[in-house]
């Protein structure tokens, strides 16, 4: 049936944080195109759950060129969602997409030479029939290209006007610093940087990295909040038949949910229920509470589920104790 935008999404709860020093505003959840969205799930499946992300007053959809399956298929269904229901809102849309992984054989297929980055953002473009995204990344640092080649790459995508902002993602922190002010440097600074945070994952947390990002102007957005769906109550009483665990074993595999590690999920379940909400949602409000993270991406694989994460904006602060339980409770991994 045809779209009919809900009228009230921008005070149906959505709270937005502004990203870094920009004049940039991000919703702090975001949508993931990583999955649900390739040949894989249905068309009208995949829609509705865009759809009511857009009417919750998530406008950031957050791509890559390799997101699918098949490579390209995310941002094919982006177009036609675009161009179906979205085209009319497209100013009220904040889009990023990514290169630099693996996308078509050859030489030039991948890593972060300047003949990968413009030619794949040539094509994202081309497969989302849009003349501009938001926002284009440099989805991992490559050692073996020179850093000046890909920095220089980025500067002149968005002098082209095919980009608003640059963002890194995945960088090492000696790298990720050259980056951010030979940006400054040029005009184009460093809009986010983006990097994997959840309760089982606390590096770029203890190694300074959301401190540094801060201090630099930027924004940060979290991927992985939910440790892939282990974050959830998915796995506590074993694995389900129709769990990704069980049958796409090719980003959480069995070995995952070890006997210490399925102890904590029960333990952290625990804690969820005492605050009257699902692990899943205290996870993603566990991320949020720390104010330099500006939005964190979800994923969902159904709108009913997409708007169970979205109780995330309204959890009840934590309280010294049940921060206390959660440390204890990861410190027997």
């Not at 959830?232 to 796409?248: E, L």
Request: net charge negative.
């Amino acid at each position: 049936m045809p779209y009919t935008p809900y009228p009230a999404r921008y005070t149906s709860g959505m709270k937005y944080r502004r990203c870094g020093n920009s004049g940039v505003l991000l919703p702090e959840l975001s949508l993931g195109f990583w999955h649900n969205f390739g040949r894989l799930t249905p068309e009208d499946q995949s829609r509705a759950i865009a759809l009511a992300a857009f009417d919750a007053g998530i406008t950031h959809f957050d791509l890559a060129n390799n997101y699918g399956p098949d490579p390209g298929e995310a941002e094919r269904f982006l177009g036609r969602l675009l161009k179906s229901d979205l085209n009319p809102h497209r100013d009220e849309l904040f889009i990023s997409t990514k290169a630099a992984y693996d996308m078509w054989p050859g030489p030039y297929g991948s890593w972060a030479s300047r003949k990968h980055l413009i030619a794949s953002l040539d094509q994202s473009l081309q497969r989302m029939g849009l003349d501009y995204v938001d926002l284009f990344y440099c989805h991992r640092y490559d050692p073996n290209t020179p850093l000046e080649e890909t920095l220089r790459a980025l500067v002149d995508i968005v002098h082209a006007g095919k980009a608003l902002y640059i963002g890194l993602s995945r960088w090492p922190t000696e790298a990720t610093h050259k980056g951010y002010e030979y940006l400054r440097q040029h005009e184009v600074p460093c809009l986010i940087y983006q990097g994997r945070i959840n309760l089982f994952d606390q590096a770029l947390l203890r190694d300074g990295t959301l401190t540094d990002v801060r201090l630099h102007g930027m924004g940060f957005i979290v991927f992985s909040p939910l440790a892939q769906g282990l974050l959830t109550d998915r796995y506590i009483n074993g694995i389900p038949a129709d769990s990704r665990m069980a049958h796409d074993p090719r980003y959480l595999h069995q070995d995952a949910l070890t006997p210490a590690r399925l102890e904590c999920i029960r333990q952290l379940n625990a804690i969820a229920d005492e605050r009257g909400e699902a692990l899943a949602t205290m996870a993603l409000a566990w991320i949020l509470h720390h104010q330099a993270i500006t939005s964190v991406i979800i994923g969902a694989s159904s709108p009913e589920q997409l708007r169970r994460n979205l109780a995330c904006l309204n959890s009840p602060a934590f309280t010294t104790r049940q921060l206390a339980d959660i440390t204890h409770a990861l410190e027997q991994l």
